[in-house]
């Protein structure tokens, strides 16, 4: 039964900015192919800690060699850093930008306008502001739905966290990177995304209503 378990593979998934780890509920991986751990996010340690050294201390919480890293969102961005710190079998991303090239023209000029300061992230732990904010007005009507994803809404760690979105610096994307996309995502709208796996119809939340498919595309790829 030891050896069993050792054979599993191991995946570790990263949830999207604000949100907790619950959000992967509805991911049911083979249990006799793989186990499947949750990284909740860690408060930073400053508001100027680097993306580099938080992702670092991200990776100390794997005890695995060589696992399978899943991430949504910001989350995806977090994988894609924690995998130069650690050897991984995969790094997958959902509903994210495998380089700051992908980001759409809005979230490039709040960056280089600084816009972004103007919204206090001390508001954003109003859950309707936030759901509002992340994903618009379509999420926005299912606000007892997002109140139980997006617990984590300190304003240390949310100033951190928009930072590092809007200042993520990455041209080239990672070797053998696996991206799942949804078609009608308004956040990373797909057509500023290339070489991505296609969800017709999800959006940037589709991994609550299209977990089967993302489900399969996480097991299929994980095991070569």
């Known amino acids: ?45 400053a508001k100027n800690e ?58 490039k000029f709040a960056q280089k306008s600084k816009a972004y300061k103007l919204f206090p992230s001390k508001a954003l732990n109003n859950i309707e502001n936030l759901t509002k904010y992340t994903f618009g007005k379509t999420v926005q009507k299912r606000l007892d739905l997002y109140n139980k994803y997006m617990s984590m809404r300190t304003p240390l760690y949310l100033d951190w966290a928009i930072y590092n979105v809007l200042h993520w610096k990455q041209k080239i994307p990672q070797k053998d990177l696996i991206h799942i996309h949804g078609d009608a995502d308004q956040v990373f709208p797909i057509k500023h995304i290339k070489n991505c796996i296609r969800i ?13 498919k993302i489900t399969t595309f996480i097991e299929n790829y994980s095991k070569k």
Do not use: C
């Open 200 to 212: 017709e119809g999800g959006t940037h939340v589709m991994i609550l209503n299209k977990a089967k």
């Open 50 to 107: 680097t993306i580099e050294a938080y992702a670092l201390r991200m990776t100390l919480k794997i005890k695995h060699k060589n696992p399978v890293l899943v991430g949504v969102s910001f989350g995806g961005i977090m994988v894609q850093e924690m995998s130069n710190h650690i050897a991984t079998k995969k790094t997958i991303i959902i509903s994210s930008v495998k380089t700051d090239l992908e980001l759409p023209k809005r979230l």
């Open 1 to 45: 039964m030891q050896q069993q378990k050792q054979n599993k593979i191991p995946v570790y998934f990263v949830p999207g900015l604000a949100a907790n780890t619950s959000i992967f509920e509805y991911i049911k991986l083979n249990k006799d192919t793989f186990e499947m751990y949750y990284l909740p996010w860690l408060m930073p340690l």
